[in-house]
């Protein structure tokens, strides 16, 4: 994996994502549900699957999906396997690095392109690039879908995401764990983008209206957003029937 994300990372990840992903139980639901059945595939791509979640919640939805779930972290990969076990048949988990180009044709066209909290670690010029590249990979009606942290359009704006992406750590970590460990944990991990003065250089968030722009240049259509809350948002577009 490129310098930047760190296994210590995947470990804090691992443990605390239940707490620091504001309503996550609802965005992979909806994730799931934005991906098209009427179309002639069956294969949905995870980038960056992380602990696998996600793609465990796919193969859970049926539709008949496959999935191909891809990390540059070893743990991460490893935390995939364990989870999606049961589904083995279904499931194809490789490592990758995002920002390379080696992985960007697939056996088959994908019905389904998915992410979440991985595309802000590249830079613009990259996640234009990127979705250039998925945009021409995804079968006609197939869709790409990304859940990610985003940047926000004033300094307002920067301060109430700030703001609510803490408030709904605290509250999931009471729900979750009855005591506030995870808001603690991500204090102390410094996980608040939105909050920092000198936030770490490795997350680089665009701004939302860029990227809705960027998948419409890519040549997808449909291009619409789900969900905002504490500076992330859940976004789609996809590719026009032939
Ligand atoms: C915040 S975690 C999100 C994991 C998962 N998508 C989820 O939502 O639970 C970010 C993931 O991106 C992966 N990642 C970050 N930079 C990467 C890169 N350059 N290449 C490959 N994977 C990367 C990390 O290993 C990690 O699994």
């Not at 204090?187 to 665009?206: F, G, M, V, Y």
Request: charged share 25%.
């Amino acid at each position: 994996m490129s310098e930047g994300w760190t296994e210590r990372d995947s470990n804090t990840f691992i443990r605390d994502a239940d707490c620091f992903v504001p309503e996550r139980e609802l965005l992979v639901e909806s994730v799931c549900r934005l991906i098209p059945t009427r179309v002639d595939a069956n294969l949905v791509v995870d980038l960056c699957c992380g602990d696998g979640k996600l793609s465990e919640a796919v193969l859970e939805a049926g539709k008949g999906s496959r999935v191909l779930a891809l990390d540059g972290s070893a743990a991460m990969l490893e935390a995939c396997a364990r989870r999606t076990e049961r589904y083995k048949d279904r499931i194809e988990i490789r490592e990758f690095e995002l920002g390379s180009q080696d992985w960007r044709r697939f056996a088959a066209p994908p019905r389904a392109i998915i992410s979440t909290f991985a595309i802000h670690h590249l830079s613009d010029c990259a996640k234009r690039r990127l979705f250039r590249d998925m945009a021409c990979q995804l079968v006609p009606g197939g869709v790409l879908v990304i859940a990610d942290m985003i940047r926000p359009a004033s300094e307002a704006s920067t301060q109430l995401a700030a703001w609510q992406w803490d408030e709904a750590v605290m509250e999931r970590s009471i729900q979750i764990r009855g005591d506030l460990s995870g808001f603690e944990s991500f204090r102390s991990a410094k996980w608040n983008h939105h909050a920092l003065e000198e936030p770490d250089p490795i997350d680089q968030p665009a701004r939302l209206l860029d990227q809705l722009s960027w998948l419409s240049e890519a040549g997808l259509g449909s291009v619409d957003v789900h969900w905002s809350k504490g500076g992330m948002s859940l976004f789609s577009a996809v590719r026009p029937a032939n």
